[in-house]
């Protein structure tokens, strides 16, 4: 089995399943770091952003891709929902996709959309799905690094965020910044706000202009009612992202 990040309850990662599955991760979570220290499992030190290229150039074939996605429109779409990042590649790649329709998964636009014409077996399953409150957990320490990094940033930047308290802590110091960007692997709670309230509006990027750009997101139930069918995201493939930050940080403004 090839993953990144797992959360929640990861069954075939139990010790009883070491005759059945090897686990394969590219980016090790707690969920699965016992098996990965084992005789049951690896580990790949690789950047996301080159998962795709992996999966692409067939250097990790994939024979099947187990994905969740939201539930099919009225034109037979669904959607790879709060994930694009290594899972468009994937299904683009492997022979078989198998896929958890999970009415929970919110819908999103960008590069996710896959047919159920492509998909070889749809399974229903509601689930919550998992969430992390980033924002609760900022403390004064956070705050204060928080504010420092929020006054090296001049209005009309483009932001790349990380996961953590230290992001949410820079976004919740960017209240009086005027017309930001967001072109970034991933995103959280902490850009809501920003975006309501004209902070974030993409208009001078100067790449996917009006639009925030990002592979995939985590936190809140509320970020997931946030980004569902809302056309001001735009989730894409991670080495699709990642090429236009490249660009942008050698780029002569």
Not at 31 to 57: W, Y
Not at 103 to 117: A, L, V, Y
Request: net charge negative; hydrophobic share 40%; charged share 25%.
């Amino acid at each position: 089995m090839v993953s990144i990040t797992q959360q929640g309850n990861v069954e075939i990662a139990k010790p009883e399943y070491k005759d059945s599955f090897f686990i394969n991760s590219l980016f090790v979570s707690t969920p699965v770091r016992d098996a990965v220290n084992s005789e049951r499992g690896d580990f790949v030190p690789v950047f996301l952003s080159e998962i795709p290229i992996l999966f692409r150039k067939n250097i990790l074939p994939l024979d099947v891709a187990i994905v969740t996605v939201s539930p099919p429109d009225k034109h037979g779409f669904c959607t790879l929902g709060t994930s694009v990042d290594i899972a468009r590649a994937a299904v683009d790649t492997a022979k078989i996709i198998v896929a958890i329709v999970n009415p929970r998964m919110p819908r999103t636009h960008g590069d996710g959309m896959i047919h159920i014409s492509r998909i070889h077996k749809l399974v229903w399953h509601e689930e919550e799905l998992p969430t992390v409150d980033y924002g609760s957990k900022v403390g004064p320490e956070e705050m204060l690094v928080g504010k420092n990094v929020a006054e090296l940033i001049e209005d009309r930047s483009t932001l790349q965020m990380g996961i953590g308290t230290i992001p949410d802590a820079v976004l919740k110091c960017l209240t009086n910044h005027k017309d930001l960007g967001v072109h970034t692997e991933m995103l959280s709670d902490g850009v809501i706000d920003l975006i309501q309230d004209d902070v974030i509006n993409n208009k001078y990027k100067g790449y996917n202009d009006n639009k925030t750009i990002t592979s995939f997101c985590f936190g809140t139930r509320k970020l997931y009612d946030y980004v569902d069918d809302n056309t001001v995201f735009a989730f894409r493939d991670v080495s699709e992202v990642n090429f236009p930050i490249n660009i942008m940080r050698n780029k002569k403004w």
